[in-house]
C-alpha cells in the first residue's frame, strides 16, 4: 500500500529524541518507562503510543530489550494538523481495538484493500480520541504551533512570546517543561527532521541547509551528525 511504512525496533538503549511520523506504536516485548509532555506512562506488551511529529519523547526506565511494533499513517491530512502530544493506551483498552486490527493487518501481510480499511479506520479514531491523551497549555501549544509552521524562519523569542500570549520569561520555564527542551532546541529538531525527508526525497545535501533554516552548510553538517550520528552526505547516499 503507497505511503504505508511498518517497522519493527529492538533496543536496550534509553533514547530522547522528537518523533518524525504521524502513526502508531505497539509495545511487543518487554515493559518500559518513558516521559512526553509533562507526563510519565508505564507500558507492558500490547499496550499503544500514537504519536505525532513533533512529539517529543524521552526513556527513563526499560525491563530489559525493548521490542516496538510501529506503523506510519500516511493520510496524516485526516488528522486537521492538531497539536495534541502522545496519546497512549494501555494494553486489553478496548478504545485500541482499530489499532490493534491495524497492526495485526499489517503483521499477516494482508491485502491492499484490507490495508486500505485498517488504516482508514485508525486514523479515524486516531484523530478524534481524547481519552487518555497529554496536553499542553495553551501558550506552550501556540508556540509549537509557530514554531512547526515557520520551521526554516528565523522565529525571534519576542515574536513567539507575542504569539503565545504570556512573556519571554515564563514562556522559556514553561515550555522546557512541557515540551522537555527549550525552544531553539525544538526549532533545531524540527529543522534536522525536515532535512532528513528533504535527503530522503533526493534533494542534495548542500542545498538542504538553506531550506530548512541554517545559514550554512557548516551548521546543518553539526547538527546533523550530534542529533542523527551522521553527515548529511551519507544519509543521502544510505537512503
Known sequence: MPGLVASRWIS????????????????????AEWWTAGKVFRGEPGA????????????????????FDIVALPEVAALGGKVRPQ????????????????????????ERLELESAVAEATAVFASLETGATSYAAPVRRSIELLR??????????????????DKFHLCRAFRAQVGMP????????????AKRLLAGGVRPGEVASLVGFCDQSLLNRHFRRIVGTTPGRYARAR
Open 87 to 110: 496519546r497512549f493506551i494501555p494494553a486489553g483498552d478496548p478504545r485500541g481495538a482499530p489499532f490493534h486490527r491495524l497492526h495485526d493487518a499489517v503483521a499477516a501481510g494482508a
Open 149 to 166: 509552521a515557520r520551521v526554516a524562519d528565523a522565529v525571534a523569542l519576542d515574536t513567539l512570546a507575542a504569539h503565545a500570549g504570556i
Open 183 to 194: 525552544p531553539h532546541a525544538y526549532q533545531i529538531r524540527l529543522r534536522i527532521a525536515r
Open 48 to 67: 499503544l503510543q500514537l504519536k505525532q511529529p513533533g512529539d517529543v519523547h524521552h526513556d527513563l526506565w526499560r525491563d530489559g530489550p525493548i521490542g
Open 12 to 31: 536496550t538503549e534509553l533514547c530522547r529524541g522528537v518523533k518524525e511520523f504521524t502513526g502508531v506504536v505497539r509495545l511487543d516485548r518487554g515493559r
